[in-house]
């Protein structure tokens, strides 16, 4: 079968590989779209942290289920998506009901090889039900379920005001996923179309550039001077985390969904007289999935607002440095097999 593998940073290759085996307790899938996200791109980048080369890239994935690997109640021939965070069930994270950090987590197309080929063998536990999503769909419900993870960690309530900062696709999910738990969501980011996009398709209650000089000021106004109870992170950018505790309010919770290498620092009387809850954000969990399914089928969600740009998966060693470029407007590009 055909497979591409990300050989080094900037560097992609096709090559041949056998069949998978589905073996016990793995389950065989036929790709269908493998979505890119900031991952992938980090990691053609040479930026992503807990990466090494050649690694085979992709994890937002659907498909067609060939072999279920003995998993209850999936057929041979139905539509599915993955859980791409693999545990160990053994270790303090996973005893927590927590496994998505788990101590030992293999992170399908991260620390091990992912979906960037035409078959592929997985964990049969990890299968999610397609429940009559299109492949296009399914292949986004991982990123989605990325940001209900975020917002259920802030346990964010009706009424409250969010901010969100950085409008890429794990960001835009999360500020969705924020809106249908009711609150009144902020995007930040300093990109015009992408607040643009925040305003026009998401239906945001309000948009700042945090590049304007009264950036912070503009944010206390729209929340009547109180700043909002939860800002969530969602750029992986070093500055932008540095500064994401200008906007919390008192006695906010601050979440760092994105992730980068370095330390970040920012001033502690800032942060101690809010006495606010710091708190990281990482992967997902089944109930998250689940959740973004149950949205996308009643109608909360629409994904196809998502995916700007689509590539046969031959076409992907091409196209794949543009969308790093801001540009060219991508905001999800979705692969077909």
Known sequence: MKTLVCTAPGHFAF????????GTGMARIRLRRVGICGTDLHAFEGTQPFFSYPRILGHELSGELIDTGGAEGFEPGERVTIMPYFSCGTCIACRMGK????????VFGVHIDGGMREEIAVPAGSLLHGQGLNADELALV????????????????????????????????????????????????INTDRLRFCKEKLGVHAVVNGTDA?????????????????????????????????????????VLIGL???AFSFSHPEFHKRESTLMSSRNAVREDFEHVIRSMKEGSIRPQTY???TVAFDEVPAQFESWLNPATGVIKAMVHF
């Open 214 to 254: 009264d950036a912070v000021e503009q944010v206390k106004a729209i929340t009547n001077g109180d700043f909002p109870t939860v800002v969530i992170d969602a750029t992986g950018n070093l500055r932008a985390i540095n500064s994401g505790i200008q906007y919390l309010a008192h006695g906010g919770r601050y």
């Open 99 to 106: 496994p998505n950090c788990c101590t030992d987590i293999n």
């Open 142 to 189: 991982e990123p989605l379920a990325i940001g209900a993870h975020g917002v259920r960690r802030a346990a964010v309530q009706p009424g409250e005001y969010v901010l969100v900062t950085g409008a890429g696709p794990i960001g835009l999910g999360t500020m969705e996923l924020a809106r249908i738990a009711g609150a009144h969501v902020i995007a930040l980011d």
């Open 260 to 262: 980068q290498k370095e």
């Open 15 to 22: 090559r041949e590989d056998a069949l998978p085996e589905a």
């Open 307 to 309: 995916i700007t740009h």
